[in-house]
């Protein structure tokens, strides 16, 4: 699905990649111009002669009809077929430079990968936007339908999917010749989903529904000119061959696009989760995530966000009765990274970049980039506010690690509270080894803690100086 994706994606960009407006009534001259557009950047039939795109003046309009799966087809080699209706859509110049484009429904695609077939429908679809071609990028673009459903199948593995009434709204603007940075906001009122593992006599099957699924995704500075100049370079160069004899000049066109985007961000959120399986039912009252990534920059900056509300686990005989008030009912994650050097880590791939390197010289490329990623001292791992919350334990986890080598140096503060209670359960619990070696485990962890005022107690693990942690400034038995 991600080729399909990728050649939506594309069609949407190029609607209106369009370099002067025109005034109305449309005309037959601007119209062939329009279709060399788009030809640049989804083809124009090769050898076939016969071009995927037909645009026809109408009115003040222009009706573009693309073949999606005449432009699929060169990848027939690669195992990949599709069928589909043309896709249709209408552009209509502005008076201020802006193009309008107009799309009232989604053919249906039937896909097959090697032996994997798909298809996927779109009810009541509808796109409408407002183009502007000095930044290639939407001002404004309102997307939607009332369902969507997608059916997979292979030979052991049957998936539906369904997603519910979809809205989806964007903004954006230009920040350079080709650049532009976007708000995006959509909902989902409802997904469902089903996968069948067709293993034996007995099927496994798996369900997951969920309620509105809310997100919201801040792009800033994408370079869509380089991108797309990429993209017109692969389509007049589809051989291998060619590729292969231009792979310099491809080069300095990756590099071009450096940084890609400058950061992206995205907040989204899962209502009432629910999952069925062959050993009873799974939930959550609600998943949360949050990210920020940074582009390909020397200073790289990760984060991430996850908060899991009202967990609910079936009662599963491997899960012994007394254990099932330590399971997780909250659970909070929040990670960063900053300092990694994703542009040297992507030189050094770069650099071995030939159709003739030989397999020794990747492997080591791959070592130099895990290397250049993460150089020593430079790169910071840190734990923010997390948090594990059971009936019975609270914990709260912070801390950062500096990756050095050979041993990373780093500080974590462990906060627990109902470390007493938990204990006095593990101790009512008889003739149970896994229970018994647990006790152990608290009655140890607690005589390294540190009591607190409010009843909690505290573990302070660090290693500035390298070699086996300290916890609370004690040395662990068998180290220095």
Same mark, same amino acid.
């Given at each position: 699905?991600?080729?399909?994706?990728?050649?939506?994606?594309?069609?949407?960009?190029?609607?209106?990649?369009?370099?002067?407006?025109?005034? *109305?009534?449309?005309?037959?001259?601007? *119209?062939?111009?329009?279709?060399?557009?788009?030809?640049?950047?989804?083809?124009?039939?090769?050898?076939?002669? #016969?071009?995927?795109?037909?645009?026809?003046?109408?009115?003040?309009?222009?009706?573009?009809?693309?073949?999606?799966?005449?432009?699929?087809?060169?990848?027939?080699?690669?195992?990949?077929?599709?069928?589909?209706?043309?896709?249709?859509? =209408?552009?209509?110049?502005?008076?201020?430079?802006?193009?309008?484009?107009?799309?009232?429904?989604?053919?249906?695609?039937?896909?097959?990968?090697?032996?994997?077939?798909?298809?996927?429908?779109?009810?009541?679809?509808?796109?409408?936007?407002?183009?502007?071609?000095?930044?290639?990028?939407? #001002?404004?673009?309102?997307?939607?339908?009332?369902?969507?459903?997608?059916?997979?199948?292979?030979?052991?593995?049957?998936?539906?999917?369904?997603?519910?009434?979809?809205?989806?709204?964007?903004?954006?603007?230009?920040? &350079?010749?080709?650049?532009?940075?976007?708000?995006?906001? &959509?909902?989902?009122?409802?997904?469902?989903?089903?996968?069948?593992?067709?293993?034996?006599?007995?099927?496994?099957?798996?369900?997951?529904?969920?309620?509105?699924?809310?997100?919201?995704?801040?792009?800033?500075?994408?370079?869509?000119?380089?991108?797309?100049?990429?993209? *017109?370079?692969?389509?007049?160069?589809?051989?291998?061959?060619?590729?292969?004899?231009?792979?310099?000049?491809?080069?300095?066109?990756?590099?071009?696009?450096?940084?890609?985007?400058?950061?992206?961000?995205?907040?989204?959120?899962?209502?009432?989760?629910?999952?069925?399986?062959?050993?009873?039912?799974?939930?959550?009252?609600?998943?949360?995530?949050?990210?920020?990534?940074?582009?390909?920059?020397?200073?790289?900056?990760?984060?991430?966000?996850?908060?899991?509300?009202?967990?609910?686990?079936?009662?599963?005989?491997?899960?012994?009765?007394?254990?099932?008030?330590?399971?997780?009912?909250?659970?909070?994650?929040?990670?960063?990274?900053?300092?990694?050097?994703?542009?040297?880590?992507?030189?050094?791939?770069?650099?071995?970049?030939?159709?003739?390197?030989?397999?020794?010289?990747?492997?080591?490329?791959?070592?130099?980039?895990?290397?250049?990623?993460?150089?020593?001292?430079?790169?910071?791992?840190?734990?923010?506010?997390?948090?594990?919350?059971?009936?019975?334990?609270?914990?709260?986890?912070?801390?950062?690690?500096?990756?050095?080598?050979?041993?990373?140096?780093?500080?974590?503060?462990?906060?627990?509270?109902?470390?007493?209670? =938990?204990?006095?359960?593990?101790?009512?619990?008889?003739?149970?080894?896994?229970?018994?070696?647990?006790?152990?485990?608290?009655?140890?962890?607690?005589?390294?803690?540190?009591?607190?005022?409010?009843?909690?107690?505290?573990?302070?693990?660090?290693?500035?100086?390298?070699?086996?942690?300290?916890?609370?400034? #004690?040395?662990?038995?068998?180290?220095?």
């Amino acid at each position: 699905m991600k080729r399909v994706s990728r050649l939506l994606a594309t069609i949407a960009l190029l609607a209106g990649s369009i370099h002067q407006a025109v005034s *109305a009534p449309a005309t037959p001259a601007e *119209a062939s111009r329009l279709k060399s557009v788009f030809e640049t950047y989804l083809g124009n039939g090769g050898v076939s002669g #016969v071009s995927p795109i037909v645009v026809t003046p109408r009115g003040e309009d222009y009706a573009v009809s693309i073949d999606m799966a005449q432009i699929a087809r060169p990848l027939a080699a690669l195992g990949f077929l599709m069928q589909a209706q043309p896709l249709s859509m =209408t552009i209509t110049p502005q008076s201020d430079g802006l193009w309008r484009v107009v799309q009232s429904a989604m053919p249906e695609l039937q896909i097959r990968i090697k032996d994997q077939d798909m298809k996927l429908r779109f009810e009541g679809y509808s796109f409408d936007g407002l183009y502007d071609p000095r930044f290639l990028g939407f #001002v404004l673009g309102k997307m939607g339908h009332a369902a969507s459903i997608l059916e997979s199948s292979a030979p052991n593995f049957l998936n539906t999917r369904r997603d519910g009434r979809t809205s989806a709204e964007m903004t954006g603007t230009g920040t &350079g010749p080709g650049v532009m940075s976007a708000v995006m906001r &959509g909902r989902n009122e409802s997904h469902s989903q089903t996968f069948k593992i067709i293993a034996g006599p007995n099927p496994i099957e798996i369900g997951v529904t969920t309620g509105p699924i809310v997100s919201d995704v801040t792009l800033d500075s994408l370079r869509n000119a380089g991108i797309l100049d990429i993209w *017109a370079f692969l389509v007049a160069n589809p051989s291998a061959d060619e590729l292969a004899a231009r792979m310099e000049e491809i080069k300095t066109k990756v590099r071009a696009t450096f940084p890609i985007f400058n950061s992206v961000a995205q907040r989204a959120s899962v209502q009432t989760v629910s999952i069925t399986t062959p050993v009873g039912a799974f939930g959550m009252r609600e998943l949360g995530m949050a990210f920020n990534l940074t582009g390909v920059h020397r200073q790289g900056d990760f984060g991430l966000r996850m908060a899991l509300n009202g967990i609910s686990i079936p009662q599963l005989p491997m899960i012994p009765a007394w254990s099932r008030d330590l399971l997780p009912n909250d659970f909070v994650l929040d990670l960063k990274a900053l300092g990694y050097d994703l542009e040297a880590a992507a030189e050094e791939i770069l650099k071995v970049m030939r159709a003739d390197v030989r397999p020794d010289e990747s492997k080591a490329a791959g070592e130099r980039a895990v290397y250049a990623l993460a150089p020593p001292g430079k790169v910071r791992v840190a734990l923010g506010p997390s948090q594990i919350v059971s009936k019975l334990l609270t914990i709260a986890l912070e801390g950062e690690m500096t990756i050095i080598q050979p041993v990373p140096r780093g500080r974590l503060v462990v906060k627990a509270k109902g470390v007493e209670e =938990t204990i006095a359960a593990l101790q009512a619990v008889q003739g149970d080894d896994a229970a018994g070696k647990a006790l152990i485990f608290f009655i140890a962890a607690k005589g390294f803690g540190k009591s607190e005022p409010d009843g909690s107690l505290t573990w302070v693990i660090e290693n500035p100086d390298g070699g086996l942690p300290k916890i609370n400034g #004690v040395a662990l038995p068998g180290g220095p």
